[in-house]
């Protein structure tokens, strides 16, 4: 055994602090025998400085200018000794030109974040006031992580992707509110103790709103009327990419937030939950040139973001900058930062935020063969990830079906949230859209197969479904921008009044369709995905951008899955009948030709029971799915599935089924509850040759096994 | 507050009292005591924390220490006070150790 190593001795010595040329990688700080190895990037850089301070302090331990001969190529590496990592915190400084309209805009009176910060300090306790009198401070300050988490044989969960049903929540809003009755509230290890709710739900994959390091005081303000707090809540404007949101710990103030997510993680995995991470990065934190430098701005300006050929921010994000992520170095930042949240933290996928500009060259224009996304798509160690895009972005790209996926991507699907809106409130012209979208949307993603679409109508950004159902219109004057914020094209329906009310006829026909969603949800080809709260009638009293709100108006009410038991049972029922049968889940369109015993084949029957009326004022739809079968002399499963979304009752014949047993009835949402949804071993018999389907209603019916 | 150390063994119980506060500067010293306590493989290892007024991640680290280093030692706290036994509970680390009270 060696006793000590010679390639780990100080060469200089400064201020009492001893060190040496460090490795250039990996980029970042990271652990190295006695001491901290610093290595960053920056092509335009004069010289760069390493600042070390002790937690907590204003003032720095030391600064060590990086001697030249550390520099290789553009990267400056330094290896530091016997430093107390628990209580370090670090920067850098760097000089250089400042000539905006060249590129560079390096201040040598800031210290900056390094871009690979495995966490980063000045946030971890969430909305705790900022000390706003000293301005200029090096306040997201760097700090050193480490990777001793002992994971118990954990790893990512691999699930087929056909076979996930998605949730996607924001992990303060999730459990904030006193109702959870957590012992942490609004943080990971909040989070945690729902997991028994999750799983009883019988979803299988949480996507997690932004948990990379922000900022949720970056452009806070008070409401003008009712003097609000209002901020970033949502967290979509990464200070650094490789920290965990520290404010999002209840341990986070003690530096365990690394621990606690991966507990949290460990945990969601032990239980079958897959996780999955809505990651930003068509833009940072530093918005345009009248923004603070925190980081990239102040390393080399030119290299992480797109500009102009005056050197003006390009804004394709809506948020005032655009990340390079076409330039190769930063191609190589967000490999490095998927890597090692799929590895340090065992994340499962990632749900890229505005995909489209990941897409885009570094003057703006869209790319054929993007790098970026092909490199993600072949990496070696995301390989078995999912990759999700959201397929637009804010400078007018729109590409769900036509997104650059390497038989690889999956799409979060907007024209399946489009489609079946209109088609539930009863408006003509759309069956034809939604025969594709029932099927997994052929159309669109025909070389990819139904794991390309994630099926959603509601996301964390627009109407809840319950007030999809009670609005007309947005209502966002709580965001204090004069209701101007938020998208106007809801394509949602109040059923006869604006907002609450105690009608029952309205809150019943809201139920209804509430219901009719969840169960085309579910029923569908494709991966559904459902948003926090949905299951049980979540509200935000109208506002369709809910972004800046941290309080009981973006918090989930947990008192309202009493209040709403029906609509939660319906939904467990209805997560619990995908679960329950196979075809559904299928990785292939159905009437696809090959594929497995398990596919299915899909006859569109309509109400007549031999063949579906395709005529544009039609809004009704019925067809049957078949499974292939599987060994030999089991039946395949066969299903009819009725979507009357006319206002009147509606009979629709049935041919019986083909494996004999004759049909019964899993869903019907004309009925109430204890008659809405049953388990396949309870499903009641239909009795004749036909079925009446109640107004605006959804019925799913299955073959009896031989019975 | 300084952190005093007391070691001792009693049958198949290597037990460590601490005292005072254990952070960043005097994890270090808990780490070795541990480190020998578990070279003569004990089947317990019990930290007596009950005069422990603060512990910071670098203490909690050392169990994580302890638990890598020797997996089949159980590891149990002996009377934590309140926010000791929060932080446990809320990094996850609760359910790798054994708490004890008074009883035993």
Known sequence: MMEARIDVYATHE????????????????????????????????????????????????????????????????????????????????????????????????????DPYARAMGGRDTWRSEPDWSNGDAYVHRSRVVLDDFDW??????????????????????????PSSGVSAPGTYAGLREKI??????????????????????????????????????????TLGFFAPKAGYAATGSLAMDVDELKTLIKELHANGIE?????????????????????????????????????????FSGCGNTFNCNNPVVRGLVVDCLRYWASEYHIDGFRFDLASILGRDPHGAPLANPPLLESL????????????????????????????????????????????????????????????????????????????????????????????????????????????????????????TEGSTDDPGILALRLRLTKNAIAMLMFSQGIPMLVMGDEFGRTQNGNNNGYCHDSELSWVNWALAEKNAELLNFTRGCVALRQAVPMLRSPHFPNALGGDDRDADIDFVGTSGTGQDWAGWNTVLAY???????????????????????????????????????????????????????????????????FLAGPRSVVVLIAGFGS | MPLTIDSSRSGDRAVIRLEGTIDASSAERVRQAVDAALADHPAWLELDVEQVVFMSSAGLRVVIFAKQKEPDVKIAFRKPQPPILETLKKTGFFSAVYVIGDEE
């Open chain 1, 196 to 237: 028994p709710y999750l799983k009883a739900l019988g979803i299988n994959c949480v996507e997690l709103l932004p948990i990379f390091e922000f900022d949720e005081w970056e452009n806070s303000r008070s409401h003008p009327a009712t003097g609000e707090w209002l901020g970033n809540y949502w967290g979509y404007s």
């Open chain 1, 624 to 690: 049957r799915l078949t499974e292939r079968g599987r060994e030999e002399g089991v039946p395949g499963d066969e299903m009819m599935v009725m979507f009357n979304m006319h206002w009147g009752d509606q009979y629709f014949g049935l041919q019986p089924p083909a494996g004999g047993g004759g049909w019964h009835v899993l869903v019907n949402t004309a009925m109430p509850a204890g008659g809405d949804v049953f388990r396949r071993l309870d499903a009641p018999a239909v009795e004749g040759p036909s």
């Open chain 1, 377 to 496: 798509a072949y990496d070696p160690i995301l390989s078995k990830c999912k990759l999700i895009a959201e397929a637009w972005d804010a400078g007018g790209l729109y590409q769900v079906g036509s997104f650059p996926a390497y038989g690889r991507w999956a799409e979060w699907n907007g024209k399946f949230r489009d489609n079946v809106r209109r088609f539930l409130k009863g408006e003509p012209g759309v069956i034809g859209d939604m025969a594709a979208r029932v099927q997994g949307s052929p159309d669109l993603y025909a070389d990819r197969g139904p794991g390309t679409s994630i099926n959603f109508i509601t996301a964390h950004d627009g109407f809840t479904l319950a007030d999809l159902f009670a609005y007309n219109e947005k209502h966002n004057d709580a965001n204090g921008e004069d209701n101007r914020d938020g998208s106007n094209d809801n394509d949602s329906w109040n059923c006869g």
């Open chain 1, 14 to 113: 400064f201020g009492g602090y001893r060190f040496r040329h460090g490795k250039v990688l990996p980029f970042g700080a990271t652990l190295v025998d006695g001491g901290v190895n610093f290595s960053v990037f920056s092509s335009a850089a004069t010289s760069c400085a390493l600042v070390l301070f002790e937690k907590g302090s204003g003032e720095p331990l030391v600064e060590l200018d990086v001697p030249p001969e550390f520099r290789i190529g553009d990267v400056y590496s330094i290896m530091v000794f016997d430093l107390e990592i628990e209580d370090l915190e670090y920067g850098f400084r760097f000089d250089g030109p400042f000539e905006p309209h060249r590129g560079p805009r390096f201040d040598r009176n800031r210290i900056v974040a």
């Open chain 1, 275 to 315: 996780i999955i991470l809505d990651v930003v990065f068509n833009h940072t934190a530093e918005g345009d040139h009248r923004g603070p430098t925190i980081s990239f701005r102040g390393i080399d300006n030119a290299t992480y973001y797109m500009l102009t050929p005056e050197g003006w921010y390009y804004n």
């Open chain 1, 152 to 177: 118990e044989g954990d790893r990512p969960l691999e699930l087929r992707t056909t076979d996930l049903i998605v949730y996607e929540l924001h992990v303060r809003g999730f459990t904030a509110d």
